[in-house]
């Protein structure tokens, strides 16, 4: 069976090699135009150096702003959802025609081309300039157990939109990761988006199995020149690139030889409305607390605001967090206050290899001192920022503002305080204008608690936050309620019945030794819901009323396909549609630390999800800035023309 960083190794060579493949489509010099939500996750996958010993000369991020340059090719590289950004590869061609410039355009969408981006590049009048390509990108490895399709707002766009794309192409990459590493036998869904992306999943197998009983796989008459077969290229043409570059050929000599016997025994699909909780609840994980106070983007974090880096050479760029890094992976998913012994640990050990060098006498000595110096002074930097960054979380968890917040927040899980009180102490936090996000945290928790606040309640408390933050954020609190985030009081809270029931919070002495500990306590739902596939008799079935306590219907699904091998570790793949958290990551690698290795998981997320990303999603400030929309000028009673104020979006 292949192994989850197998699985992730073989993913990221696929997606490198499909990108750099479709850069040799173009031959010659080119320049590379990047959908800006691309840009970050390539350099996961290609570097610098891959892009130019293929011919892009240089690269930027699409904009609004033409780029001038001499280079007879242009790629576009961008998502076929931000169908936003064609108006702009539109300008780019426009402007060169202005100027006179004879280029060769080539437009290629991720991970396929529609009928929507072809109509946008008619409407602009470009389409006949361009040559339309799809690339099948649908993952980009962010750890050697984590695949990301980089999607946000997904949650967004389905429970306040009625968008259901962000599902179908999460459906779209789960049937590339079955073309590849075999049908994955048992699938469980939860939530709306989970139930979307099982109904395309086997309307997709349908479709497959009807095609190919048209027509032979890899028949050259019934495929588009120069685009191979997606199975065809998977397994074969990726397999043949890696081989003939030296690169992972047992990988691929593992996934060819698995034939149809899947490497993922089993799959859960979770809607991020069903468990809204665990994104709100504080987390206590190195990883999860550094993206709570910088912000992880890409693996890397901008750490020019911190005191402790003004004066260092940190302070003009970022710092990589690479799952390569052994201290990293070490440390990573430690709780803060496990976190200094384990560091001072790793410098005391530094300083003493520095000082070995007194003791040196003999050449051969000398040698071998030289390697150990030079491994302890390349780790010496990176162990001095996590010192630092460990420090800096330390003193953020500890101020008494932060304790505040904490204790509001275990009052409202505990429902031990009446509403009227956390809710006068969570509108004091709007009046002195602390950050919007962590206001909208305790008040949606509040509400997800609650099932919702007295309507005589939350409509003070949206004035004020409206008052606080500005008018814009009117329809902020729309988008909330739309999601399920906040909302009128309707009925009972059945929060208790579901901490219960999933047993959500456990005793300080026993979270050690269970998945609560990334939150110190309390177990992420989602992860409860993972650990019931196997803790359970009957997995999901036999919790089928405590299932029902949930949003969203629960479903099972069985595929037909081989059972993998029972005697070898168990892969399963953990599909989180609208954003993971990491600690929910860690509680996961917990979870399979806790089934003495039985079952591994690989995780395949939307994007990277706390507090602060969740409710920007909910923002609206793109359609704000519009222009306001002016009515038409009607003639009044009495003949005379009368002037109307144009409201957005039309007047009222």
Same mark, same amino acid.
């Given at each position: 069976?292949?192994?989850?960083s197998?699985?992730?190794?073989?993913v990221r060579?696929?997606?490198?090699? =499909?990108?750099?493949d479709?850069?040799?489509? %173009?031959?010659?010099?080119?320049?590379?135009l990047?959908?800006?939500?691309?840009?970050?996750?390539?350099?996961?996958? %290609?570097?610098?150096?891959d892009l130019?010993?293929?011919?892009?000369?240089?690269?930027f991020k699409?904009?609004?702003?033409?780029?001038?340059?001499?280079c007879?090719?242009?790629? /576009?590289?961008?998502?076929?959802?931000?169908?936003?950004?064609?108006?702009? +590869? @539109?300008?780019?061609?426009?402007?060169?025609?202005?100027?006179?410039?004879?280029?060769?355009?080539?437009?290629? /969408?991720?991970?396929?081309?529609?009928?929507q981006?072809?109509q946008?590049?008619a409407?602009?009048?470009?389409?006949?300039?361009?040559?339309?390509?799809e690339?099948? +990108?649908?993952?980009?490895p962010?750890?050697?157990d984590?695949?990301?399709?980089?999607t946000?707002r997904?949650?967004?766009?389905?429970h306040?939109?009625?968008?259901?794309?962000g599902? !179908?192409?999460?459906?779209?990459?789960?049937? &590339?990761?079955?073309e590849?590493?075999g049908?994955?036998?048992?699938?469980?869904a939860?939530g709306?988006a989970?139930?979307?992306?099982?109904d395309?999943?086997?309307?997709?197998?349908?479709?497959n199995?009807a095609?190919?009983?048209k027509?032979?796989?890899?028949?050259a008459a019934?495929?588009?020149?120069? %685009?191979?077969?997606?199975?065809?290229?998977?397994?074969?043409?990726?397999?043949?690139?890696?081989k003939?570059?030296?690169?992972e050929?047992?990988?691929?000599?593992?996934?060819? *030889?698995?034939g149809?016997?899947?490497?993922?025994?089993?799959?859960?699909?979770?809607?991020?409305?069903?468990?809204?909780?665990?994104v709100?609840?504080?987390?206590?994980? #190195?990883?999860?607390?550094?993206?709570?106070?910088?912000?992880?983007?890409?693996n890397?974090?901008?750490?020019s605001?911190? *005191?402790?880096?003004?004066?260092?050479?940190e302070s003009?760029g970022?710092?990589?967090l690479?799952?390569?890094?052994?201290l #990293?992976?070490?440390?990573r998913?430690?709780?803060?206050?496990?976190l200094?012994?384990?560091?001072?640990e790793? @410098?005391?050990?530094?300083?003493q290899?520095?000082?070995?060098?007194?003791?040196?006498?003999?050449?051969?000595?000398?040698?071998?001192y030289?390697?150990?110096?030079?491994?302890?002074?390349?780790a010496?930097?990176?162990?001095?920022?996590?010192i630092?960054?460990a420090?800096?979380?330390?003193?953020?968890?500890?101020?008494?503002?932060?304790r505040?917040?904490l204790?509001?927040?275990?009052?409202?899980t505990?429902?031990?305080?009446? *509403?009227t009180?956390?809710?006068?102490?969570?509108?004091?936090?709007?009046?002195d204008?602390?950050?919007?996000?962590?206001?909208? =945290?305790?008040?949606?928790?509040?509400?997800l608690?609650?099932?919702?606040?007295?309507?005589?309640?939350?409509d003070?408390?949206?004035?004020?936050?409206?008052?606080?933050?500005?008018?814009?954020?009117t329809?902020?609190?729309?988008?909330?309620?739309s999601?399920g985030?906040?909302?009128?009081? +309707?009925?009972?809270?059945?929060?208790?019945? +579901?901490k219960r029931?999933?047993?959500?919070?456990?005793e300080?002495?026993?979270a050690?030794?269970?998945?609560? #500990?990334?939150?110190?306590?309390?177990?992420?739902l *989602?992860?409860?819901?993972?650990q019931?596939?196997r803790?359970?008799p009957?997995g999901w079935?036999?919790?089928?009323?405590?299932?029902?306590?949930?949003?969203?219907?629960?479903q099972?699904?069985?595929q037909?396909?081989?059972?993998?091998?029972?005697?070898?570790? @168990?892969?399963v793949?953990?599909?989180?549609l609208?954003?993971v958290? !990491?600690?929910e990551?860690?509680?996961l690698?917990?979870? &399979?630390?806790?089934?003495?290795?039985? =079952?591994? /998981?690989l995780?395949?997320?939307t994007?990277?999800?706390?507090p602060k990303?969740?409710?920007?999603?909910?923002?609206?400030?793109?359609?704000?800035?519009?222009?306001?929309?002016?009515?038409p000028?009607r003639?009044?009673?009495?003949?005379v023309?009368?002037?109307?104020f144009?409201?957005?979006?039309?007047s009222?």
């Amino acid at each position: 069976m292949t192994d989850v960083s197998e699985i992730v190794a073989a993913v990221r060579a696929d997606v490198r090699g =499909r990108l750099l493949d479709l850069l040799d489509e %173009v031959a010659g010099r080119k320049i590379l135009l990047l959908d800006s939500t691309i840009v970050g996750p390539l350099d996961l996958v %290609v570097s610098p150096s891959d892009l130019k010993d293929h011919g892009v000369q240089q690269w930027f991020k699409l904009s609004d702003q033409p780029v001038a340059s001499d280079c007879a090719q242009m790629v /576009f590289l961008v998502r076929c959802e931000r169908v936003d950004l064609i108006e702009m +590869i @539109a300008n780019q061609i426009l402007a060169d025609e202005k100027e006179q410039k004879d280029r060769l355009y080539v437009v290629v /969408f991720v991970p396929e081309k529609t009928e929507q981006c072809k109509q946008r590049l008619a409407q602009h009048h470009v389409k006949a300039n361009v040559r339309i390509a799809e690339c099948a +990108i649908h993952h980009f490895p962010s750890d050697k157990d984590v695949l990301s399709m980089e999607t946000p707002r997904m949650f967004q766009r389905l429970h306040c939109e009625n968008d259901p794309s962000g599902p !179908y192409y999460a459906a779209r990459g789960i049937m &590339s990761l079955q073309e590849t590493f075999g049908t994955i036998p048992t699938v469980r869904a939860i939530g709306l988006a989970g139930k979307i992306v099982v109904d395309t999943i086997q309307r997709l197998r349908k479709e497959n199995q009807a095609g190919q009983s048209k027509k032979k796989p890899g028949d050259a008459a019934n495929r588009q020149p120069g %685009v191979p077969p997606v199975a065809v290229y998977s397994k074969g043409a990726a397999a043949m690139r890696r081989k003939e570059d030296g690169r992972e050929t047992g990988i691929a000599a593992e996934v060819e *030889s698995a034939g149809d016997k899947s490497s993922i025994s089993e799959m859960v699909v979770i809607d991020r409305r069903v468990d809204l909780f665990s994104v709100l609840c504080s987390q206590f994980t #190195y990883q999860a607390l550094i993206d709570f106070a910088y912000g992880i983007q890409n693996n890397s974090i901008d750490i020019s605001s911190a *005191s402790w880096a003004k004066e260092r050479s940190e302070s003009r760029g970022s710092v990589r967090l690479s799952p390569e890094d052994a201290l #990293y992976q070490e440390i990573r998913d430690l709780r803060i206050d496990k976190l200094g012994p384990l560091l001072q640990e790793k @410098a005391r050990a530094i300083q003493q290899t520095y000082s070995e060098k007194d003791n040196v006498k003999s050449a051969t000595e000398m040698t071998e001192y030289i390697k150990k110096f030079k491994s302890a002074q390349s780790a010496h930097p990176l162990l001095e920022v996590y010192i630092n960054l460990a420090h800096d979380l330390n003193e953020k968890i500890q101020s008494e503002e932060y304790r505040q917040l904490l204790k509001l927040e275990d009052e409202i899980t505990a429902q031990s305080t009446s *509403s009227t009180s956390c809710l006068e102490t969570v509108q004091a936090i709007m009046d002195d204008q602390k950050p919007f996000h962590e206001a909208l =945290r305790l008040l949606c928790l509040h509400s997800l608690v609650n099932n919702g606040i007295k309507k005589q309640q939350l409509d003070p408390l949206k004035t004020a936050f409206k008052q606080s933050y500005g008018f814009e954020h009117t329809l902020t609190l729309e988008n909330m309620e739309s999601a399920g985030l906040l909302r009128p009081q +309707i009925g009972k809270s059945g929060w208790g019945s +579901i901490k219960r029931q999933f047993n959500l919070f456990v005793e300080d002495d026993l979270a050690d030794r269970d998945v609560s #500990y990334a939150y110190s306590g309390y177990a992420p739902l *989602s992860v409860r819901l993972v650990q019931m596939t196997r803790s359970q008799p009957k997995g999901w079935i036999a919790v089928k009323d405590a299932l029902s306590l949930l949003h969203g219907p629960a479903q099972e699904l069985q595929q037909p396909a081989k059972e993998p091998d029972s005697t070898k570790p @168990a892969t399963v793949l953990v599909c989180f549609l609208g954003g993971v958290t !990491y600690g929910e990551i860690a509680a996961l690698r917990r979870l &399979s630390q806790l089934e003495e290795g039985r =079952r591994r /998981f690989l995780i395949l997320t939307t994007e990277f999800i706390n507090p602060k990303k969740l409710f920007e999603s909910m923002c609206c400030d793109a359609v704000l800035n519009l222009p306001p929309i002016e009515p038409p000028v009607r003639a009044s009673s009495a003949g005379v023309a009368s002037k109307a104020f144009g409201f957005w979006p039309t007047s009222r």
